[in-house]
């Protein structure tokens, strides 16, 4: 048990539609970052957010886009799905003076 | 060609067997990470390294900065173990990278 959860755990969705992922992270972790694990791959990293400003940024377009908020919850916004897109989506967050990244389940997108 | 490379990508080892998983990375970093992802997709995070060794229970996680490599041992294996363990490289610009993992089975 991370503290972290992530919601919906399952999604499907058609291309071209948007897609919000939701975070939600221990009090007090004002670190999140999200990661997208197509099958059999390891995990890419999309973005970081620290203190709701993106301060890093994967090699991922613009249609990727993210939220922070102060009650220590997070979204991954995707618009224009494309089929490539099916994925397992990760956020993981930290604290200040933690070393851990705590991992939420993920949430498994489905593009048809 | 890859920033963060796993070997071996798949390893199968008997009950108790000590086991090495080796990454190596070519992109300068401010630390390393070794994750365990079981099947479902949850991720652990285990180590968190930017030099020397660390110890957690049977696991071991080394790094060597000026080879740019990592290794992670676990001794007296056990089937609990089974899982995907995953290298991950972050470096200043808060960017990760990560491995495509080693899928470890451990056999009663």
């Known amino acids: 048990e991370t503290g972290v959860t992530q919601s919906p755990t399952h999604l499907i969705k058609t291309r071209g539609q948007q897609v919000t992922l939701r975070c939600s992270s221990q009090s007090g972790h004002n670190t999140v970052s999200w990661y997208q694990q197509a099958l059999g791959q390891g995990p890419q990293f999309i973005f970081q957010y620290y203190r709701e400003e993106e301060n890093g940024r994967g090699n991922f377009p613009p249609r990727f886009s993210g939220l922070q908020f102060p009650n220590y919850s997070s979204e991954l916004n995707v618009n224009a799905l494309e089929l490539d897109d099916s994925a397992l989506y990760l956020c993981?967050?930290?604290?200040?003076?933690?070393?851990?990244?705590?991992f939420g389940p993920g949430t498994r997108l489905l593009v048809l | 060609k890859n920033e963060v490379e796993q070997s071996p990508q798949n390893l199968t080892a008997q009950e108790g067997e000590f086991i090495t998983i080796n990454c190596s990375y070519s992109?300068?970093?401010?630390?390393l990470h070794w994750l365990q992802q079981h099947p479902g997709g949850g991720i652990v995070s285990l180590f968190m390294l930017s030099s020397g060794k660390k110890k957690h229970g049977r696991l071991i996680a080394t790094i060597n900065i000026q080879e740019k490599h990592s290794s992670l041992h676990i001794t007296a294996s056990h089937p609990r173990d089974s899982a995907v363990y995953i290298c991950a490289v972050g470096n200043t610009g808060n960017q990760f990278y990560f491995g495509t993992g080693t899928s470890l089975t451990v056999i009663p």
């Open positions: 993981a967050s930290k604290g200040p003076n933690q070393e851990t990244q705590y």
């Open positions: 992109v300068g970093i401010s630390a």
